[in-house]
């Protein structure tokens, strides 16, 4: 068999497994089996595949013909300048993400060494993203799985970035710190979001997308600590689900709060909610 064919092959099972991007999604399980890039795939449809090969790409194509996601198939997830190692221990850094990292670094332009924080780090991307782009920051990873944990330490070892970690449930294992900055994706799914997932968001964990009966659980806990934890001047950015942002922002703000704002992702939906202490 060649290539062609099997592309052609696993776009159709794809396409009646109702994956979204069937095609798509074909040419990037050969690519990452193959170890080539995407575009590489097109001039290689001659190419005879070896059994052993068919044998992972089809391995592949019906682990991702049953719902899971491609990049824990592969272990790799694109964020910012990085391909971070995922599994299903950690939620798939999303691209909406990438619009928080780069107003983080924009606010904290002006300080120097500054303390970072990201709690509920999961796979490590925002922490290791900042550490990577700010080499004299200090930044601490926190979530509360240490299953997660796990995996943020495999890409600080991969990325090479400079972080320390901390097992604790949002602020509990941390008193007594200060930060010039505090990065969150908390779990903001609602109960009725959870109900209608796609089968692909199934398959991450319930732990990283749950944020309660209304999604805003994690917010309330952190709203009543946050300011404790913020240096004088320190920003916090927060990652909102769809429709949450005004809500978020209002938990957030109170008699400590300087300034504070709303941030829309490269779709135009607000996604980040930022405050800044006294
Ligand atoms: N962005 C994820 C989704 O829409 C949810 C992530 C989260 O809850 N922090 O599926």
């Given at each position: 068999?060649?290539?062609?064919?099997?592309?052609?092959?696993?776009?159709d099972?794809l396409?009646?497994?109702?994956c979204?991007d069937?095609?798509?999604?074909?040419?990037l399980?050969?690519?990452?089996?193959?170890?080539?890039?995407?575009?590489?795939?097109?001039?290689?449809?001659?190419?005879a595949?070896k059994?052993?090969?068919?044998?992972?790409?089809?391995?592949?194509?019906?682990?991702?013909?049953?719902g899971?996601?491609l990049?824990?198939?592969e272990n790799?997830?694109?964020?910012?300048?990085?391909?971070?190692?995922?599994?299903?221990?950690v939620?798939i850094?999303?691209?909406?993400?990438?619009?928080?990292?780069?107003?983080?670094?924009?606010?904290?332009?002006?300080?120097?060494?500054?303390e970072?924080l990201?709690?509920?780090t999961g796979?490590?991307?925002?922490?290791?993203?900042?550490?990577?782009?700010?080499?004299?920051?200090?930044?601490?990873?926190?979530?509360?799985?240490?299953d997660?944990?796990?995996?943020?330490k495999?890409?600080?070892?991969?990325?090479?970035?400079?972080?320390?970690?901390?097992?604790?449930?949002?602020f509990?294992?941390?008193?007594?710190?200060?930060?010039?900055?505090?990065?969150?994706?908390?779990?903001?799914?609602?109960?009725?979001?959870?109900?209608?997932?796609?089968?692909?968001?199934?398959?991450?964990?319930?732990?990283?997308l749950?944020?309660?009966?209304?999604?805003?659980d994690?917010?309330?806990?952190?709203?009543?600590?946050i300011?404790?934890?913020?240096?004088?001047?320190?920003?916090?950015?927060l990652?909102?689900?769809?429709?949450q942002?005004?809500d978020?922002?209002?938990l957030?703000s109170?008699?400590?709060?300087?300034?504070?704002?709303?941030?829309?992702?490269?779709?135009?939906?607000?996604?980040?909610?930022?405050?800044?202490?006294?």
């Amino acid at each position: 068999m060649t290539l062609s064919d099997w592309l052609i092959y696993a776009e159709d099972i794809l396409e009646k497994a109702e994956c979204y991007d069937s095609r798509l999604d074909a040419k990037l399980l050969a690519a990452g089996v193959l170890k080539k890039s995407p575009g590489e795939i097109r001039f290689l449809g001659n190419c005879a595949l070896k059994d052993e090969t068919l044998d992972i790409l089809n391995q592949y194509l019906s682990r991702r013909a049953a719902g899971e996601p491609l990049q824990y198939i592969e272990n790799t997830a694109y964020f910012m300048d990085f391909a971070f190692f995922v599994d299903e221990n950690v939620l798939i850094p999303r691209q909406d993400t990438e619009t928080l990292v780069e107003l983080a670094l924009e606010k904290i332009k002006g300080i120097k060494n500054p303390e970072v924080l990201d709690m509920c780090t999961g796979s490590g991307a925002i922490a290791l993203s900042l550490a990577h782009y700010r080499k004299d920051a200090r930044v601490t990873a926190s979530d509360i799985s240490e299953d997660a944990l796990n995996v943020a330490k495999k890409n600080a070892f991969l990325t090479g970035a400079k972080t320390e970690f901390v097992l604790s449930d949002l602020f509990n294992a941390l008193a007594g710190r200060k930060f010039d900055l505090i990065t969150v994706n908390p779990p903001y799914l609602t109960k009725e979001d959870m109900k209608s997932l796609q089968k692909e968001v199934k398959r991450e964990p319930a732990l990283a997308l749950y944020g309660g009966e209304d999604g805003l659980d994690i917010y309330r806990r952190i709203a009543r600590e946050i300011y404790r934890f913020l240096s004088p001047g320190g920003y916090a950015l927060l990652e909102v689900g769809q429709g949450q942002a005004k809500d978020v922002l209002a938990l957030l703000s109170n008699e400590n709060t300087s300034e504070s704002g709303i941030e829309k992702d490269l779709c135009g939906i607000d996604r980040v909610v930022w405050i800044r202490s006294l």
